[in-house]
């Protein structure tokens, strides 16, 4: 028997079982479907280093009544889930008060403080090439005035360190020649890096992972088994069971379920997003293009041109509204690059797995003994994944944390 094993083969959980590995711990990585399939597969694959501020925040009210009438919106609740989202809701508002905001900054800022080094550092030992791109973004508003209303964000980023360079006119229309930049006003994000294919980087980890000795079981967990508050047994869908000794939560947005079987509820919610790959796109980036007016993001990636984003409030197993992936298309083309060639492209729907303070939950199972959670990450779980890994590990090897992990604790106020 493996002494830890850990459930969720996406970028979180894979990134742990790494780090328990590289504690000398024997590790067994449990996935049901394809490593990183899940919401690491079509992210805006991004290492968002400053992408710190929550989407609520002051000022959030006022939108609300459009977010729930406007299916097309950059934030849209599914018409009929309003009831069962209402309590998740009301946190996520209660969190866009400017004193929990900042808090909530600082909590984010302390993770991704440690993401270049920590990516680094796996990135090297399994030897993956060609998987980083930019090492900068470009943040684009229709007009300044945008951007000076959005000060309160760009503050908190800069209270973090997160410091950006202006740029308008002829600076910024040099910068992207395939950006239509025309009135636009734009800033550089410092020290951001942007991944060719984040699920790839995922796969390549865990492929190392197994090089090393690491044990991968395809396999999904149906229920946990506990005695005395120790979960004791695995039972899986296929029917058979295994006796566990340590436990890592890492399953994304379906923790949920698993969570239950020990005792815990943390107000965990699927927060989806849609993707669309333009291959042959004729857009030319040199570097990832955040449009701010929009909420949407343009990556280069392997397979093409990604626009990715928005943010539907909907059942984890609800049906795709691709239509949410088109409106992007469009409004990149009409807004961005007047000269891309085609509009469509591979779809893809993920769901952020997502807390109400936007914080992830890191750290040990309440009242539980020898589990652990890394769930939650929200907007940022690919940026945290190595930091989160190393966090993990190090509580189970039982060592002080690099980061003070009270602000992540699963039994913290949720506001
Ligand atoms: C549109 C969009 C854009 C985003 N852009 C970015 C970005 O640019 N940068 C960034 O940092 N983050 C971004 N994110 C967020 C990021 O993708 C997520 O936070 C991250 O992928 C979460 O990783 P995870 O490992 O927790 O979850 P997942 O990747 O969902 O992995 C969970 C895994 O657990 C497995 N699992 C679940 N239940 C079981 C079970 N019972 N038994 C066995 N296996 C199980 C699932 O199959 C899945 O593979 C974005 C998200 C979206 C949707």
């Known amino acids: 028997m493996s ?41 805006c694959a991004l290492m968002a280093l400053s992408e710190i501020v929550p989407l609520a925040k002051p000022g959030v009210m006022k939108k609300l009544p459009g977010w729930i009438l406007n299916p097309e919106g950059p934030l849209a609740i599914r018409p009929g889930h309003l009831p069962a989202a209402l309590p998740w809701l009301l946190r996520f508002l209660r969190n866009a008060r400017p004193h929990r905001v900042a808090q909530i900054c600082r909590g984010l800022g302390a993770l991704t403080a440690h993401a270049q080094e920590d990516f680094d550092e796996v990135i090297e ?24 209303a959005d000060q309160f964000s ?67 967990v149906n229920r946990i088994e506990s005695t005395l508050s120790k979960p004791r047994r695995l039972h899986f869908a296929d029917g058979s069971q295994r006796d566990v000794d340590k436990l890592v939560i890492a399953a994304g947005c ?28 004729g857009v030319s980036l040199s570097r990832p293009v955040l449009y701010a ?21 909907a059942p984890l197993d609800a049906k795709p509204n691709f239509r949410r992936a088109e409106v992007l298309v469009e409004k ?5 690059f007047p000269g891309l060639k085609h509009t469509h492209g591979s779809q893809w729907i993920g769901a952020r797995p997502f807390m109400p303070d936007t914080l992830p939950v890191i750290g040990p199972a ?27 590990s190090a509580m189970i090897a039982g060592r002080s944390p690099a980061v003070d992990i009270a602000p992540y604790r699963a039994d913290r106020s949720y506001v």
């Open 254 to 281: 379906w923790a949920g379920r698993l969570l239950k079987d020990i005792g815990i509820r943390i107000p965990l919610a699927p927060l989806h997003g849609y993707h669309t790959d333009i291959a042959d796109s």
């Open 366 to 392: 309440p009242d539980v003994e020898d589990t652990w959670l890394a769930v939650g990450h929200g907007q940022l779980g690919v940026t945290m994944g190595p930091t989160t890994g190393k966090l993990v």
């Open 293 to 313: 007016s929009g909420g949407f993001v343009n990556t280069p990636v392997e397979s093409g041109l990604r626009i990715a984003g928005t943010v539907e409030i």
């Open 332 to 336: 990149a083309r009409r807004k961005l």
């Open 3 to 43: 002494e830890v094993t850990v459930i969720g083969g996406g970028i979180i959980g894979v990134c742990s079982a790494l780090a328990l590995q590289r504690e000398g711990i024997a590790t067994t990585l449990i996935e049901r479907g394809s490593i990183g399939g899940e919401a690491t597969f079509g992210n």
């Open 154 to 220: 760009w503050q908190l980023r800069a209270n973090e360190g997160y410091h950006v360079t202006e740029l308008e006119g002829s600076a910024l229309a040099n910068l992207e020649p395939d950006v239509d930049s025309d009135g636009k006003f734009g800033l550089i994000a410092h020290g951001w890096r942007s991944f060719t294919d984040p699920q790839r980087l995922t796969y390549e980890l865990a492929q190392h992972f197994t090089e090393l000795g690491g044990e991968i079981l395809s396999a999904e």
């Open 125 to 148: 030992a399994a030897r993956i090439e060609n998987i980083w791109a930019e090492n900068e973004v470009l943040y684009l508003y229709d007009k300044k005035e945008q951007y000076l």
